[in-house]
């Protein structure tokens, strides 16, 4: 009978001690996040500005976690060829993607059939950066401001030129916003490379073009900024003038915006702690250098502010968009 006992009662003990791991394993916080390796698609091709400064937050945001952050690239194809790799990764927050601002806001207005929905299917988690386009062109060339631009195109309509680098991007929809609202009629050179594009504006083959100060930067002197498509001048070009002071119109406004998403329907803690840890990589010096290198500007907003203003920018593009009347298939 004392030996039934004594195994009776060490199965008791047994017992206790298994529903007590169990129960503190309850109890206990999951795992942190993330708890294997992180991809996040891009657009972009190795070596473009978006490209190199997602890089340089992985970097941190892989310190920071512990675990290997793979930027995976899939230019091409209007952003559609990363967006459907993106679409079979994982619906937990271990696959992200980094977008453009038309992705979420202006190609449902352009394409009659989309091969995502930029409601159903992304999370916006953390926006990245943004930038204010200038008009550039060569600074060996005719062209001494925006003014004599425009007066050029109304003299000859339709033989003054412009590039970007495809057809539907920011840069081309905001200079089709520019020639409506001056009434202006100019040929659109389309690119596929943006280096290609800006080589040809910084030796005169082609007119002008919208881009980026990291574009003047890159051609070193070649290229000159005549006007930056913004309410305010740039404070790293004061001395440039807005559109509206170059003598184009008042209010026009040509930028881009980038942001990382997650599938819909990942965990609200998950998207909380990436949006703060890439608050943070983006506050970290390294970071901040590099933006300013590049003429880009970090970009935060808490998650209804960023709600409302892809709300306000879907709004905004809707309407340029109608005015432009530019239709892609």
Sequence with gaps: MRNIVTHALKGLAACTVLWAASA???????????????????????????????????????????????????????????????????????????????????????FKKLPYDPVKDFEPLAPLMRTSFFVLTSSNGKYKSLGDILAAARAKPGQLNYGSWGVGNPVHLGTAVLTTLT??????????????????????????????????????????????????????????????EAGGPAGYEASGWLLLAAPKGVSPAVAAQIRRDVQEALAHPDVAAIFASTG?????????ALRAY???????????IGKTKIEMD
């Design 24 to 110: 503190a394993q309850a109890q206990a916080p999951s795992q942190a996040f993330p708890t294997r390796p992180m991809h996040i698609t891009t657009p972009f091709s190795a070596g473009a500005v978006p490209e190199v400064m997602l890089r340089a937050v992985a970097d941190r945001l892989q310190r920071k976690w512990g675990q290997p952050v793979i930027i995976d690239n899939r230019p091409g194809g209007h952003g559609f060829i990363a967006i459907g790799a993106f679409k079979r990764g994982a619906p937990d927050g271990h696959d992200l993607i980094q977008l453009d601002s038309l992705h979420l806001t202006g190609y449902q207005h352009m």
């Design 183 to 244: 009434n202006t009629k100019m040929q659109h050179v389309v690119y596929k490379d943006a280096n290609v594009l800006y080589t040809d504006v910084s030796t005169g083959q082609v007119d002008f073009a919208l881009g980026t100060l990291a574009a003047v930067r890159a051609f070193s002197g070649r290229l000159v900024p005549l006007a930056v498509a913004a309410p305010q001048r740039h404070a790293d070009a004061p001395a440039v003038p807005t559109v509206a």
């Design 296 to 304: 880009y500007e970090p970009f935060t907003l808490a998650p209804a």
């Design 310 to 320: 892809i709300a306000a920018e879907t709004a905004r593009y809707a309407e340029l």
